[in-house]
C-alpha cells in the first residue's frame, strides 16, 4: 500500500505587478500616476490584469504617500477600503507616516531579505504583490526574492520620470510567459530565474 504524499505547504510568489508607460516610467517627476488614470481602463483596471492570489500588499513611501494624498484617503479613511481591501500593506519607509483609520498598514525599516519572514507570514498560502516602486521591487530582485514581474504598458510616453526597474537585468534571468492585449494595455509577464553564479 502507497503511503499517502506528505503535504508541502505552497511557499507564497512574489510578484512585481504595475502599469508602465510606453517608455518605462511609472510615475512622473512628482512621483504622480495621472499619467495612468488619463488612459482609457487606467482608472477601472480589468481585473485581470491584477494579482488574483495575493494576500499581501508591498510598497514604497512614494507610492504610498501618493495614495494617500491623491485619494484624500487620511480624511476618507472609507477609500482605504475600495483601493486595497482587508489585505496588510507593508511599506518600506524610514520615515513616521500617517496610518489611515482602520487600515493594516505595517511600516518596515531594514532590507527586503530582513522583511521576507514577515511577508511570508502575514501572506500564508497567498502570494505578495510588489506594487511599487521599482527601486523597491530591484531590491527584491537583488535579494533573490522576486518570481513574476508583471506589466502593463500604456499607450503613453513621459519626458522623465521613475524607472520601472533601474537594474540591470541579463534576458536568460527572464522567461516570457504571457504576453496580451488587455483594450489599451499590453501586459506583458515574465517568470524570473536566479542570477547566474560568477
Known amino acids: 500500500m502507497w503511503a499517502a504524499a506528505a503535504t508541502v ?3 507564497s510568489r512574489i510578484i512585481f505587478d504595475t502599469a508602465t508607460t510606453l ?6 517627476d512628482e512621483h504622480s500616476l495621472a499619467w495612468l488614470f488619463a488612459v482609457d481602463g487606467g482608472d477601472d483596471p480589468d481585473e485581470t490584469l491584477l494579482p488574483q492570489g495575493a494576500t499581501v500588499m508591498v510598497e514604497g513611501s512614494h507610492t504610498y504617500e501618493w495614495s494617500l494624498r491623491e485619494w484624500d484617503i487620511v480624511e476618507q479613511p472609507g477609500k482605504w477600503q475600495e483601493f486595497y481591501g482587508d489585505r496588510p500593506v507593508f511599506v518600506f519607509s524610514t520615515r513616521e507616516l500617517p496610518v ?3 487600515a ?8 527586503v531579505a530582513e522583511a521576507l519572514p514577515a511577508l511570508r507570514e502575514a501572506a500564508g498560502d497567498g502570494d505578495i504583490w ?17 518570481d513574476e514581474i508583471a506589466i502593463s504598458i500604456a499607450p503613453i ?3 522623465s520620470g521613475a524607472p520601472l526597474l533601474p537594474r540591470r537585468v541579463e534576458s536568460d534571468r527572464l522567461t516570457l510567459i504571457e504576453a496580451r492585449q488587455v483594450g489599451q494595455f499590453a501586459r506583458l ?10
Open 189 to 198: 509577464v515574465y517568470r524570473v530565474g536566479q542570477e547566474a553564479s560568477a
Open 9 to 11: 505547504p505552497r511557499m
Open 100 to 102: 489611515p483609520e482602520g
Open 130 to 146: 510588489v506594487v511599487g516602486g521599482g527601486d523597491l521591487a530591484g531590491q527584491f530582485l537583488d535579494a533573490g526574492a522576486l
Open 23 to 28: 517608455n518605462g516610467f511609472l510615475a512622473d
Open 104 to 111: 493594516d498598514v505595517r511600516f518596515l525599516r531594514g532590507t
Open 157 to 159: 510616453a513621459l519626458r
